[in-house]
């Protein structure tokens, strides 16, 4: 199975919360592990990624979280911002020539005043 | 340093006509991607091309779906025979090399009448 599974479908967060996205993969070939951001009408852009041989990695207020074992990532947003409003979607890829990215249905974040 | 371009940004056809989708992907990036998103779903990968060859075509349908990438010029998605079904915004992404970050365009929107 190639499917990665993301939720929520939707989240909504007060400003200075933190926002939480989680994915799920079944296909142990995955190796490569990133985040995308995207703005309505605009392309995906990477938030963030991570590979299997490290369990977290942070970046400024984002980190994510890896469990090899539960086949399991997710994304945290520290002290979420109106800014930080858009849609995630959680991906996972193989290495080498089939970098193809499978990709999680999305996570609209709504973060409100 | 120009990001993925793509074109037209926004694409009307009618029932049976033919649509064609442009990426130019980034300077020296020779592995393009495409993917499509239908309404609030993610990105399924279509096909993986480098310069002049189609590297996997297991996300293309069958039929009315073809892709180039010519040794010069931009990479070209071409529908065929366009149906209501095909509606939806198509996504390039170009990579400098396989197992390196995949960088997207901005899209084309394709609406059939």
């Known amino acids: 199975q190639q499917q990665v599974k993301q939720s929520p479908q939707s989240l909504i967060v007060q400003k200075g919360g933190i926002s939480i996205i989680n994915c799920a993969y079944e296909n142990t070939a995955f190796d490569y592990f990133p985040w995308y951001q995207q703005f309505p009408g605009k392309g995906p852009a990477l938030l963030i990624a991570?590979?299997?041989?490290?369990s977290e990695k942070k970046e400024g207020r984002f980190t994510i979280s890896f469990n090899k074992s539960a086949k399991q990532f997710s994304l945290h947003i520290m002290d979420s911002q109106p800014g930080d409003s858009a849609t995630y979607f959680c991906?996972?890829?193989?290495?080498?020539?089939?970098?193809?990215?499978?990709f999680g249905t999305g996570t609209r974040l709504q973060v409100t005043l | 340093n120009a990001g993925v371009m793509q074109n037209p940004r926004h694409l009307v056809r009618r029932r049976g006509q033919e649509a064609r989708l442009r990426c130019s992907p980034m300077k020296g990036h020779s592995h393009v991607y495409w993917y499509r998103q239908l309404p609030e779903e993610g990105l399924k990968f279509m096909v993986y091309l480098q310069k002049e060859n189609i590297i996997d075509e297991s996300g293309m349908p069958k039929e009315r779906f073809s892709a180039e990438f010519p040794k010069e010029g931009p990479s070209i998605l071409r529908i065929q025979q366009v149906v209501r079904g095909d509606s939806a915004a198509y996504f390039c992404?170009?990579?400098?090399?396989?197992?390196?970050?995949?960088?997207f365009g901005p899209g084309t929107r394709l609406t059939v009448l």
């Open positions: 992404a170009s990579q400098i090399l396989a197992d390196n970050e995949q960088f």
């Open positions: 991570i590979r299997p041989d490290v």
């Open positions: 991906a996972a890829s193989m290495a080498g020539t089939a970098s193809k990215l499978t």
